[in-house]
T-cell receptor, first 112, second 116 residues
Framework: NAGVTQTPKFRVLKTGQSMTLLCAQD?????MYWYRQDPGMGLRLIHY???????AKGEVPDGYNVSRLKKQNFLLGLESAAPSQTSVYFC???????????FGEGSWLTVV | AQSVTQLGSHVSVSEGALVLLRCNYS??????LFWYVQYPNQGLQLLLK??????LVKGINGFEAEFKKSETSFHLTKPSAHMSDAAEYFC??????????????FGTGTRLLVSP
């Protein structure tokens, strides 16, 4: 029972490089989310999706893009990485409103 | 928009002592409320959630939380701390956007330290 799986777990990028974080869930959830976690700031929503083919901006979307081509996958892209994007990124999913949100184990990204 | 305040970025207790982690939310409308725990280098795990049923919610690992509408609070407690409870705890409130989407708004977290 994998739940929510994120890859890669760790990555170091140089400023200006691009990369994609992959999130996969095997619970047939409609909703998927990308959060970032920074010290003293809790978790902040970057982008979310309410179903296959849909995406929307969260609280801190600048510098990120997302895609949800398949229901089970939610990709987070950084087109031109900046040091301010050094963070821990969490993917999550849920069935619908009010249901438990399940989190992945996180992806540690450092931009130098 | 909803907001969450967690009082105390760090709480220290002795093993066997009462654990009390405080959480206050902003809305006057009873929302969905959650407590999550994060162990070092791991993702968040749901401890318990309030969804307008019983005001006293029991969760995993002996934790419970009481929803108090008059105080807009959802404090987390455990009668007797174990060393294994050392972790960071996040309170969160659901915020339903106009699209119907459920966004979780997190507090800044409280790190629980347990000493022998």
């Amino acid at each position: 029972n994998a739940g929510v799986t994120q890859t890669p777990k760790f990555r170091v990028l140089k400023t200006g490089q691009s990369m994609t974080l992959l999130c996969a869930q095997d619970m047939n959830h409609e909703y998927m989310y990308w959060y970032r976690q920074d010290p003293g700031m809790g978790l902040r929503l970057i982008h979310y999706s309410v179903g296959e083919g849909t995406t929307a901006k969260g609280e801190v979307p600048d510098g990120y893009n997302v895609s949800r081509l398949k229901k089970q996958n939610f990709l987070l892209g950084l087109e031109s990485a900046a040091p301010s994007q050094t963070s821990v990124y969490f993917c999550a999913s849920s069935y619908s409103y009010g249901n438990t949100i399940y989190f992945g184990e996180g992806s540690w990204l450092t931009v130098v | 928009a909803q907001s969450v305040t967690q009082l105390g970025s760090h709480v220290s207790v002795s093993e066997g002592a009462l654990v009390l982690l405080r959480c206050n939310y902003s809305s006057s409308v009873p929302p969905y409320l959650f407590w999550y725990v994060q162990y070092p280098n791991q993702g968040l795990q749901l401890l318990l959630k309030y969804t307008s049923a019983a005001t006293l919610v029991k969760g995993i690992n002996g934790f419970e939380a009481e929803f108090k509408k008059s105080e807009t609070s959802f404090h987390l407690t455990k009668p007797s701390a174990h060393m294994s409870d050392a972790a960071e705890y996040f309170c969160a409130v659901s915020d339903r956007m106009n699209t119907g989407f459920q966004k979780l708004v997190f507090g800044t977290g409280t790190r629980l330290l347990v000493s022998p």
